[in-house]
């Protein structure tokens, strides 16, 4: 059984730039969650998708946005990256969010905006 | 304001000595869950604590959830430099949201 897995590890852009980061879930799990997390800070809850459908958000602007796909992995977008973007964005599957469930999180990408 | 404040916010002990951290907040929550980062890693579960003064055990960890259900601590005997690490309690809002706390950053030196 495979785990959770990102891509890429680290990324560097610039302000103003968009960027996409990947995420395939563990086998079997239908819902991604991604966070961010700040240097020296928690995870914050950015969005969730279940069965392709967004399935709740944090509070974070519409900039931020998510695809997951039939086999369920899943894409997270940001548009016009500030500065306030660097951080490590994490994904985590579970097998269902109905559920108290146990959310399996990926190593993370590492996203720099210079 | 935070959900969920952790102290202490780091942790410098030598090998062998025990610890105790904590995850405190003003409202009640239904359950409760602590994870340890580790870097370059996502965090992992460690424990769920369910039940208003329930107490867990995971070889030298352990973690307890107040009576109240608004608290927890993870105490750690004899750390060993392997607890080395970010320490992550969080909380079930709502039906899909995980909201963390701050962290306890640990370090343990040999």
């Known amino acids: 059984e495979t785990g959770v897995t990102q891509s890429p590890t680290h990324l560097i852009k610039t302000r103003g730039q968009q960027v996409t980061l990947r995420c395939s879930s563990q086998?079997?799990?239908?819902?991604v969650s991604w966070y961010q997390q700040a240097l020296g800070q928690g995870p914050q809850f950015i969005f969730q998708?279940?069965?392709?459908?967004?399935?709740g958000r944090g509070n974070f602007p519409p900039r931020f946005s998510g695809l997951q796909f039939p086999n369920y992995s899943s894409e997270l977008n940001v548009n016009a990256l500030e500065l306030d973007d660097s951080a490590l964005y994490l994904c985590?599957?579970?097998?269902?969010?109905?559920?108290?469930?146990?959310?399996?999180f990926g190593p993370g990408t590492r996203l720099t905006v210079l | 304001t935070q959900l969920l404040e952790q102290s202490p916010q780091f942790l410098s002990i030598q090998e062998g000595e025990n610890l105790t951290v904590y995850c405190n907040s003003s409202?009640?929550?239904?359950?409760l869950q602590w994870y340890r980062q580790e870097p370059g890693e996502g965090p992992v579960l460690l424990v769920t604590?369910?039940?208003?003064?329930e107490v867990k055990k995971l070889k030298r960890l352990t973690f307890q959830f107040g009576d109240a259900r608004k608290d927890s601590s993870l105490h750690i005997t004899a750390a060993q430099p392997g607890d080395t690490g970010l320490y992550l309690c969080?909380?079930?809002?709502?039906?899909?949201?995980?909201?963390f706390g701050t962290g306890t950053r640990l370090k343990v030196l040999a």
């Open positions: 985590a599957s579970s097998l269902d969010f109905r559920g108290v469930d146990t959310q399996y």
């Open positions: 086998s079997g799990h239908n819902t």
């Open positions: 998708y279940y069965r392709e459908e967004e399935n």
């Open positions: 409202s009640v929550f239904s359950s």
């Open positions: 604590v369910v039940t208003g003064g």
């Open positions: 969080a909380v079930r809002s709502g039906t899909y949201k995980y909201i």
